[in-house]
């Protein structure tokens, strides 16, 4: 069980599982615990898993978020796949989830999650981290605050600093 | 010039804090060399053939005299003593010790300077045209442009790990394009429409490298505050589609033709239709307070100079020589632009020593504002220099080696590191550059023959940018052999082309004897004062193949 880093760096652990993608053929196996599911798989059953707040989605860094647009606050956590850290496609995942179609519960980040990419993944709207194993995570707080501000509006905050110097 | 306030100061500050704890982890063992990688080169660091090797950021390409002489002391402090200009307005120093290099970040940010994202799949160095601000024909200065466009990329959280690297130009001579925009990833060239208003034309996916390519026009008026939306837009297009799976296939440029720049433009368009009016875009104050630092230096009330250097090109004729070549007319009356020539045969193009790299802050400070500008073609250029002073800076440079009036003629040639230094290389360019400028040392016959752009490439990675060389030579590997491959009629400028490859590649000893060959055809077919690009134009490639693999 990976620990959950929270957007403070404070490390927690949950329930929650992420269930792969079952091969073609296979049907979905959701065990007895808070599970994250294929989002296009969730979107497809949805009609089983109305009302049920343990039941979460996944996307893989190819997966395109348009898919639950306007559904978003259905769910209670989505999380976004980083199949290797140097795959960037899960921050502007995280940015469209936040920015565009106004998600508000729990964003987090899982597969290759390391320490210094925590900030990158807070600042485009992920508020909790699966850190991958290996990786110390009371070391986390300290990476999550490298940097005390940025150049750039983002999910984190809409004022560049261009904007800050101006007031 | 752009100085730092206490933002910039405070982000410098926190970046060498960061990336000092990063290089303890690597060596300590807490972060694997996989995991390192991508983080050493958002900050310059290559490990090498021989040593590691630190590309050290020169935004733009402009430098104060302070810079100069920091960083002439770091590479004696941290290095042999010298310090090598790149064909994209950076300094690299060759050989720093891993360990090192927080303490070099440090010094750097002392000074304003940095190495931030100058490698890595990120968005590099924005580069612009090195006589900005003081050429005669421009629409605006674009160096704040490029300012913002620094602020905008550096550090930016959705863009850390792009599919592959991504270099932004701009460029905003009406006649000329130094900074070449046309082969970038994107490139903008600054116009103003009918009503008057500045803005961009936006070109994607030029490129070298393997598949070489002219960037199209996706955009032909981008007002400037959409400046930074629109390139956000790009970006995340191409950071949700670029492919991932192969790195040779990974350039915007693939995505580009892929989709087409039709189909590209409107995914883009689309994209920006949601973010266009988010406090990202740029207000006139905002614009107007980085052009607040790009103000021009305190010049005085002059004339020309001209009778006094009709007299003094007269009385010498080196100098009359080096004032035909080596120098470009200035907006304001009474100055000129000089360029510095880091080209003497027998030392590799761009390599300067301390010692030099302190002359030329002196110089800096004696003759132009204490400022300098590092070009494409790796010379050093004095951007406001009185022409009173010509003739004295002329003799104080001569015995130092920059008064090579060589400029943009055959032996002024652009040449990466090559096999010397670049674990990448299928081959050697610096040597093949050496053998030319000796086959060549005749420089009447140079100026006769008149400008000639001369790329040298040591692989398919093209930082001598071959392809568009009027004459490009790309190092390959024939079976553990180095060889060289030409292709002809290449450019740079607005009228932006590809060379074509000539034939079959060449061994490292005949390399002069094959330019001088390409010449001899030049010379025998050429019209008048008709330039090599349009000779070859005009008479194709066949001619040149006919005489060379006669
Ligand atoms: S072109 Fe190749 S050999 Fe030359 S510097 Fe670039 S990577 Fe190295």
Redesign the pocket.
């Known amino acids: 069980m990976p620990d959950i880093i929270s957007k403070d760096g404070a490390i927690t652990s949950d329930a929650w599982v992420v269930v792969p993608r079952p091969a073609d053929g296979e049907s979905l196996d959701i065990p007895d615990q808070p599970a994250l599911i294929p989002a296009d798989l969730w979107l497809a059953g949805k009609e089983h898993f109305e009302g049920r707040d343990d039941i979460g989605v996944w996307f893989d860094s190819h997966d395109e978020p348009e898919l639950l647009e306007g559904l978003v606050n259905e769910l209670k956590l989505i999380a976004v796949n980083f199949p290797k850290f140097s795959d960037g496609r899960g921050y502007s995942i995280g940015r469209l989830l936040r920015e565009r179609f106004g998600y508000q519960n729990e964003l987090r980040a899982i597969g290759d999650v390391l320490l210094d990419q925590l900030q990158f993944m807070k600042r485009c709207g992920f508020d909790s981290y699966a850190l991958r194993e290996d990786k110390d995570a009371s070391k986390a707080a300290r990476s999550l605050t490298f940097f005390s501000q940025g150049y750039q509006a983002a999910t984190d905050t809409d004022v560049p600093l261009f904007r800050r110097r101006a007031s | 010039m752009y100085v730092y306030d206490e933002h910039d100061r405070q982000i410098a500050a926190e970046r060498v804090a960061q990336f000092r704890d990063q290089t303890e982890r690597a060596l300590a063992g807490e972060l694997s060399e996989d995991e390192f990688l991508p983080l050493r080169l958002q900050n310059g660091l290559y490990v090498q053939r021989l040593a590691p090797m630190l590309r050290i950021c020169v935004p733009y390409g402009m430098l104060r005299s302070d810079q100069l002489r920091r960083l002439a002391r770091i590479t004696r402090d941290y290095d042999k003593g010298y310090a090598h200009f790149t064909t994209r307005q950076n300094v690299q120093l060759n050989w720093p010790a891993l360990e090192d290099v927080p303490d070099i970040l440090a010094e750097l940010a002392e000074v304003e300077m940095h190495a931030n994202q100058t490698s890595g799949n990120c968005i590099r160095n924005t580069t612009t045209d090195q006589f900005s601000g003081v050429q005669v024909d421009e629409v605006v200065d674009p160096r704040p442009y490029c300012e913002i466009i620094r602020q905008w990329s550096t550090f930016h959280p959705e863009f850390a790990f792009l599919p592959r690297k991504f270099k932004v130009a701009v460029n905003a001579s009406e006649k000329t394009d130094r900074a070449a925009i046309q082969v970038h990833d994107i490139g903008l060239q600054m116009v103003r429409n009918d009503q008057g208003e500045l803005g961009f034309r936006v070109h994607v996916g030029g490129g070298l490298g393997r598949t070489p390519m002219v960037g199209p026009v996706i955009r032909d008026f981008l007002p400037e505050f959409d400046l930074l939306t629109y390139l956000e837009a790009v970006l995340r297009v191409y950071n949700r589609y670029g492919r991932r799976d192969n790195k040779f296939k990974a350039r915007i440029k693939i995505l580009v033709k892929a989709l087409t720049p039709e189909g590209f433009a409107e995914k883009v368009e689309a994209e920006w239709s949601h973010i266009k009016d988010s406090p990202t875009r740029l207000t006139r104050d905002a614009i107007e307070r980085i052009q607040g630092y790009f103000t021009e230096p305190a010049y005085e009330a002059l004339d020309n100079a001209s009778e006094l250097l009709a007299t003094q090109r007269f009385e010498n004729r080196r100098f009359d020589q080096w004032l035909s070549h080596n120098i470009d007319s200035h907006k304001k009356p009474g100055y000129a632009i000089v360029t510095l020539t880091m080209k003497e045969t027998g030392t590799p193009p761009g390599d300067v020593s301390d010692t030099q790299l302190e002359q030329i802050a002196e110089l800096a400070d004696a003759y132009s504002f204490g400022e300098v500008r590092v070009t494409h073609q790796q010379n050093v250029v004095l951007a406001d220099v009185r022409q009173d002073q010509l003739f004295e800076l002329w003799q104080r440079i001569e015995p130092m080696g920059f008064a090579t009036a060589n400029l943009n003629t055959l032996t002024d040639v652009i040449c990466?590191?090559?096999g010397d230094y670049?674990a990448?290389?299928n081959a050697k360019?610096i040597p093949v550059a050496e053998s030319i400028q000796r086959r060549f040392d005749d420089m009447d016959f140079l100026y006769d023959l008149g400008e000639i752009d001369l790329n040298i490439?040591?692989?398919m990675?093209?930082?001598?940018h071959h392809h568009v060389g009027n004459i490009g030579v790309l190092g390959v590997d024939k079976k553990g052999e180095e060889f060289y491959q030409v292709s002809l009629g290449g450019s740079s400028h607005h009228d932006a082309t590809i060379g074509k490859i000539l034939g079959p590649s060449f061994a490292q000893d005949d390399m002069p004897e094959v330019i001088a060959k390409i010449i001899d055809v030049y010379v025998n077919n050429r019209k008048e004062e008709e330039p090599f690009l349009e000779t070859y134009r005009r008479i194709g490639i066949e001619p040149f193949k006919e005489r060379v693999y006669a």
């Open positions: 990466c590191p090559g670049c990448l290389a360019s490439s040591g692989c990675n093209a930082c001598g």
